[in-house]
């Protein structure tokens, strides 16, 4: 465990600066767990060996670490590979900005253009009128919710990490979707769930009772390690 890692919540929160490894390492065929985002910061989730460097605050700084990290990067040996998710376009001529009406309604075109549902495409009894008044969070409408709803395509706080791996391929999930960016032939002699953690991140480890759930296949570590 690095030196300035901090654990709370019996073993299983992360906060502090540094590394730490699970207490045993991952044994059986295919293995899944997960890690919730309380607290946004520096942080990055995934495997390693013994011989990782632990007093950093990102992982994959050397070969014997394969991390994400939450500057929307994975990372092995000191490379990284970026984007993650692909962030979203900006407007250019060819890409109008999203536009409302007088009262505040999204038009339709530019809803379409900007991939978010157009008011149109609700269902008419979903509907409610919008003025300039401002709403309190129980007064809001589904309409209201959808366009005052951040988009968010990579993981921050709140969310919630899977990782799932056969001692061959490491995937990542965001929220129950494979984000599709795996490392290949990741092999050690022994290889054990890591988080590292920085600038205020905390991380908590889940090793059961999953949110999402393994993928078909995979289940939980069958130790159930807490963190040293």
């Not at 706080?157 to 990741?186: R, S, T």
């Not at 988080?195 to 296949?217: C, E, Q, S, W």
Request: glycine share 10%; aromatic share 8%; with cysteine.
């Amino acid at each position: 465990m690095g030196p300035d890692v901090i654990l709370l919540s019996h073993q299983l929160r992360v906060t502090g600066t540094g590394g730490v490894l699970a207490t045993a390492p991952l044994v059986q065929s295919k293995s899944y767990f997960e890690v919730k985002i309380q607290q946004g910061g520096c942080w990055s989730v995934g495997l390693a060996t013994r011989q990782a460097d632990l007093s950093r605050k990102w992982g994959g700084g050397d070969g014997e670490s394969w991390c994400l990290c939450s500057d929307n990067a994975t990372r092995h040996n000191d490379e990284e590979f970026r984007p993650v998710v692909a962030t979203g376009v900006q407007p250019t001529s060819a890409t109008k900005p999203v536009t409302t009406t007088a009262n505040g309604i999204l038009n339709n075109s530019a809803a379409a253009a900007a991939g978010l549902i157009a008011i149109e495409d609700l269902q008419e009894d979903l509907l409610m009128t919008t003025g300039s008044e401002q709403k309190s969070p129980a007064d809001l409408s589904p309409v209201d919710t959808l366009i005052n709803a951040p988009q968010r395509d990579f993981p921050d706080e709140g969310d919630i990490l899977g990782v799932a791996f056969d001692h061959v391929e490491l995937n990542f999930y965001f929220n129950g979707k494979n984000l599709e960016v795996p490392f290949l032939n990741v092999r050690g002699p022994a290889l054990f769930p890591v988080i590292y953690v920085g600038n205020g991140a905390i991380l908590d480890i889940i090793l059961d009772n999953f949110t999402h759930g393994p993928p078909p296949g995979f289940e939980r570590i069958l130790l159930e390690q807490s963190l040293l």
